[in-house]
């Protein structure tokens, strides 16, 4: 099992967007069973991915899994996609985000991610913006950090920010892939920058991601064959093999 987190300090970036685009691809062109893990308590990943209301048992297997009796796993739920599941964002589980960000128990990340390895072959996370205990914790859990940037003057800022959070952990970072996007190549701006690192997977602007939010599908579904499909998939590749170098 290899996992990643989708990450950056800041919100609004295409996080969420590229969680369930990657993990999509994963599970079906990659042919991995994939676990999606909404981490952030606004729940945008489960809003997209749950393929129906929340079982009833829910609330009560949540609480078990708080209180220790019964595996994470437990809560995990099949999504309209073969080989996709998903680790929703419930109300009923925001303590488990503070018991995972607690000093007390700075391996528990760690260990749940290890216990849903047999089951799964890429888990992928969904994470809250910002500096925060939980994500300084997911940092020396993951096998790849995969962060989007946007062709903006203060995005470097943003990512030295983070490459200095990074710094402090030495050994145990992760690697880092970003990849920029909502590119809009008809701009000045957005061509300097890309031109600038011309490594880095692209994902353009498109009307198409936007509808993601009423479509609640991952773009290969709704939109095959188009740029940002397309754009997606690349970007899964590079992604792959970070984490098989990983
Ligand atoms: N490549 C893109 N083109 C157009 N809109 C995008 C693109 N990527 C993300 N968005 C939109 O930007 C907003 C923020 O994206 P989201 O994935 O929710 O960011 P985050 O999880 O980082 O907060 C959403 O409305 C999303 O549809
Ligand atoms: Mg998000």
Do not use: C, Y
């Amino acid at each position: 099992m290899k996992s990643l987190a989708v990450f950056s300090l800041k919100g609004g970036v295409g996080k969420t967007t590229a969680a369930v685009n990657l993990a999509h691809a994963a599970a079906t062109s990659g042919g991995r069973r994939t676990l999606l893990w909404d981490l952030d308590s606004q729940g945008a990943a489960t809003l997209l991915l749950r393929a129906a209301p929340p079982p009833p048992a829910a609330r009560v297997k949540a609480r078990a899994v708080l209180a220790g009796d019964a595996p994470l796993e437990a809560l995990v739920e099949p999504t309209a996609f073969p080989n996709l599941s998903l680790l929703p964002a419930d109300r009923s589980l925001r303590r488990l985000e503070a018991d995972l960000a607690a000093a007390a128990e700075p391996k528990a990340m760690r260990r749940h991610l290890k216990a849903l390895g047999p089951r799964f072959d890429r888990i992928i996370l969904d994470v809250p913006p910002g500096r925060s205990a939980l994500a300084d914790r997911l940092f020396r859990a993951v096998d790849l950090l995969v962060v989007p940037a946007i062709p903006a003057p203060l995005s470097a800022a943003a990512e030295a920010a983070l490459a200095g959070e990074l710094a402090r952990l030495g050994a145990d970072a992760p690697p880092v892939l970003a990849f920029w996007n909502m590119v809009d190549r008809r701009r000045g701006l957005h061509r300097r920058l890309v031109e600038a690192a011309p490594e880095r997977p692209v994902i353009p602007a498109a009307a198409v991601v936007e509808a993601m939010a009423e479509t609640r599908a991952p773009l290969a579904v709704t939109a095959p064959g188009s740029p940002a499909a397309r754009a997606f998939a690349r970007l899964w590749s590079a992604v792959e093999m970070a984490l098989l170098r990983a």
